[in-house]
């Protein structure tokens, strides 16, 4: 039985305290948070406190806060022979300052904690300081996901800013379709089957080779035409992005 102690009252820290739950083989023995408000969902099924200082016994500690925090609450964890991991993306593992074991639990996924998640779907990336800890969160993470990846720090943060590119840039195209779709009455559901089928696409193909389009085609005419449609911001957004297909096509 893996003992395991939440530190934080996130979205992260909220699903990963939900599935622990659920697993027989291991035991969610407590989650800390700063405010008593972050406890209240927790209070059903486990132990809480927001006192770093009364944190229970556990054989990992893993801290979901904000990375700027990451810091100073692993510095105020005194369980010597106990293993802290952070779940960052962006955060190196020895920004960790815990007398102990470190390591890293990241979960490559974008996390809302009204919106349920398969942890099946989930990547893991692991990293440790030693065999015998990497393995141990391999087990930890093989409880509730399948997932697994051996990552170090320097590969987790270029991973982060793919990231970023593939989930937060992508998801803003999003809403500045929806914005051209409101200001000129369509609705923005007719769209999304395309954003469906674009984003299975890449399972089958390299996304360079599924790239399409006017800028991939190079149809000025086109190109003109949707420009005359834009804001000067999207138009901005609009000009860059279709230079930046050009310019990879250039170089295949």
Do not use: W
Not at 44 to 51: E, G, K, M, Q
Not at 190 to 196: A, D, G, W
């Amino acid at each position: 039985m893996i003992r395991i102690v939440i530190i934080g009252g996130g979205n992260v820290a909220t699903h990963l305290a939900k599935a622990f739950n659920k697993t027989k083989e291991a035991s969610l023995v407590q989650v800390y948070a700063r405010k008593n408000i972050q406890l209240e969902p927790f209070k059903d099924f486990t132990a809480t406190t927001n006192s770093l200082e009364l944190l229970k016994d556990a054989d990992v500690y893993i801290i979901a806060v904000a990375d700027g925090a990451i810091t100073n609450v692993s510095s105020k964890i005194k369980k010597k022979s106990s293993l802290v991991v952070h779940t960052s993306g962006s955060v190196s593992m020895d920004a960790l300052k815990n007398k102990g074991r470190k390591g890293v639990f990241y979960l490559l996924q974008s996390f809302s904690k009204t919106k349920e998640v398969n942890f099946n779907d989930i990547p893991f990336c692991l990293e440790a300081e030693n065999k015998n800890d990497l393995e141990l969160l391999e087990k930890l993470a093989k409880l509730i996901g399948k997932n697994i990846y051996h990552i170090n720090s320097k590969q987790r943060k270029s991973l982060h800013v793919a990231a970023v590119f593939v989930n937060n840039f992508t998801n803003h195209m999003y809403k500045i379709g929806a914005d051209i779709c409101k200001e000129h009455q369509v609705p923005f559901e007719v769209l999304q089957p395309l954003i469906k089928e674009t984003a299975l696409k890449i399972k089958e193909l390299a996304p360079d080779k599924a790239q399409t389009g006017p800028a991939k085609r190079n149809d000025q005419e086109t190109i003109k035409n949707h420009l005359k449609l834009l804001n000067k911001k999207q138009q901005e957004i609009y000009q860059l992005i279709t230079k930046s297909i050009q310019n990879d096509g250039k170089k295949l």
